[in-house]
């Protein structure tokens, strides 16, 4: 076990340096200069264009340019954006309001999505079951964007049970609600397909029958013998999901009007802001590789057919 | 927990035999499943009785009923789409069909158990095997969690696996085919049932280990006086094991005697035509007899006797006529022409 998690370490570090690299040239390819629009109406001095690209090495050509940002990433420095911030207190402030998020959206698809899936596999065919599979089908066949403007003007603005956007960095567990909502809603219909799906088939498993044929009451069958089973695919998915929530959601942030990670990264792009986002995203990836290899150390432990030995 | 120790005494059982040790009558079951492609018909007015002590071998091809039959009785047919529209189930005197879901429930486990053909598929990928042995005393007795393991190393010793105490942790995929089954024994006669079914239970095992599961069936079955359920398509398996035999084909019972009258002295053609096509090596070389076809669709089984498209005796009567079980010198035959194929 602890040999394997090391070796999981290891395989990480390509892996970032791949991605970082890779992000790091895309954007230096973007066209655009980062310092136009940053002088008011006219354009920026000569001084300053030169001062600035002095100071943000980019003068060097590519490979130079990814070799001092390595050099000081390792040193845990994330460096500062053109607006002379460093990228860890930025990201530090986002990443709170991202996370927390993420959290609620996970929590949404967990307990709605599970529940949704065990009521329709146990009750295969009734009303119940047509119920969760045709509101899952509507929710997956809608783009997100329409959901979260629909349910901001219903429950926001018409209502007003919620707050309509969240712009504060410490907003509220109960103003999170219903941006935590519209982020999951899409993965709380895979959840409960899924759930359903695996529960239907695992039901009609010999070990099932032998549950039975020991006189378990019909709850010990399905809750316990059926659904530890049948929810081993699930976790795999709500990790992996988990891993990319915590990615920021750049659409439902937008909608909301959160200060999360995803528009930050927007932000860059937009700004040519190099720095923030090769930092934001290589901060990114290293977390949702942290996340899978968590989810990987759950699967065995659901199934000990897996072994990491 | 200071009730467990009472709360894990053997509870008494409301199920007592009756005087003659009779424990099991089955009378005139039918079973159907209603499919789209039609209404199946896999038993069709089946009886027998098993009585203390007694092992009774249920033997037939693949399809004829004898899993159905199994697991009617056991209550663990899916129904729908399974349907029972007639017969009894008498376990003890009480029929199980019309008992209420919680009785029947109890029932399982502490009064009649089965064992099953694949026991790798039968047991639950993800517990350890004690825990699933255990489960039978936390479910039926209220046992706490490490009393019911200390039951479980006890069982697994029982049927002598080894290490049991080290192994009471492991999951099915660690042990061996044969360890498994042994597993499943020992979690089916947890309980101390009065009557065990074992469906097909050396099938998926090799032949050296298939007679070292038998002969611990037997032993068990002996030391607790248990009736025995075996069911099975192998003749060979059961020949030492069985003191009764019932042949079953398309739902019926076609054939019943005692097991040394069933090989000696066959008194139906489909008994014969099992037992010619057992492998045997004093005929090495010759071809290998087997009962032309195919067992009947159970949507539409045949006119008359069943088995007559498949019978070389077969005559007009056969094919109009349906023979009822009689007797026949010491033992049944559902055939019109039993004393013919018993002298022939």
Known sequence: MGKYIVRRLLQMIPVVLGATFIIFAMVFALPGDPTSGKCGERPCSAEYVAKFREEHNLNDPLLIQYGKYLGKFAQGDLGTNYYGIPVKEDLAKRYTITGRLAIMAIAFETFIGILAGVLAGVRKGRFVDNLVTVSTLFVISIPVFVIGVFLQYLFGIKWGIFPATVPSLEASTFSLILPAFVLGSLSVAYVARLTRTNLVENLRADYVRTAVAKGLTKRRAVGVHTLRNSLIPVVTFIGADFGALLGGAIVTERIFNIQGVGGYIWKGINSRDGIAVVSTVTVLVIVYLLVNLLVDLLYGVLDPRISHE | ?344
């Open chain 2, 1 to 344: 927990m200071s009730t467990s120790t009472t709360k894990s005494a053997i509870p008494e059982s409301n199920y007592k035999a009756g005087a003659d040790g009779l424990l099991l009558e089955v009378e005139d079951l039918f079973v159907e499943f209603h499919t789209p492609e039609g209404v199946a018909r896999a038993i069709n007015g089946v009886s027998f009785d098993l009585r203390q002590g007694e092992t009774l071998a249920i033997l037939g091809e693949s399809g004829s009923g004898k899993s159905v039959t199994a697991q009617a009785i056991m209550g663990i047919l899916d129904m729908p789409p399974a349907v029972i529209p007639s017969g009894a189930i008498r376990y003890c005197g009480q029929d199980l069909l019309t008992m209420n879901q919680e009785q029947r429930r109890k029932s399982r486990g502490p009064e009649i158990s089965m064992i099953f053909q694949d026991a790798l598929s039968s047991l639950n990928p993800t517990f350890p095997v004690g825990w699933q042995i255990g489960e039978m005393f936390r479910q039926h007795r209220g046992m706490n969690r490490s009393d019911a393991y200390a039951q479980a190393v006890r069982l697994m010793e029982r049927v002598a696996i080894p290490g049991a105490k080290d192994r009471v942790k492991n999951y099915p995929h660690q042990f061996s085919g044969g360890m498994r089954q042994r597993i499943m024994i020992a979690m089916a006669i947890a309980l101390d049932p009065a009557v065990l079914i074992a469906d097909e239970p050396t099938t998926a095992l090799d032949v050296t280990v298939q007679a070292q599961i038998m002969a611990l069936l037997a032993e068990l079955q002996e030391e607790r006086q248990m009736g025995l359920i075996l069911i099975t398509h192998d003749l060979g398996v059961v020949a030492d094991v069985a003191d009764r035999a019932a042949v079953m084909y398309a739902g019926r019972i076609v054939a019943r005697a005692g097991i040394e009258d069933l090989y000696a002295h066959p008194a139906h053609p489909y008994t014969r035509g099992l037992l010619e096509s057992i492998p045997r090596l004093d005929q090495k070389g010759q071809t290998l007899a087997a009962i032309g076809g195919l067992p009947p669709n159970l949507t539409r089984i045949p006119s008359g006797c069943t088995f007559h498209p498949r019978c070389r005796m077969a005559q007009d009567i056969c094919r109009t006529e349906e023979p009822a079980l009689r007797t026949v010198g010491n033992q049944q035959s559902a055939c019109h022409f039993a004393e013919e194929v018993l002298n022939g």
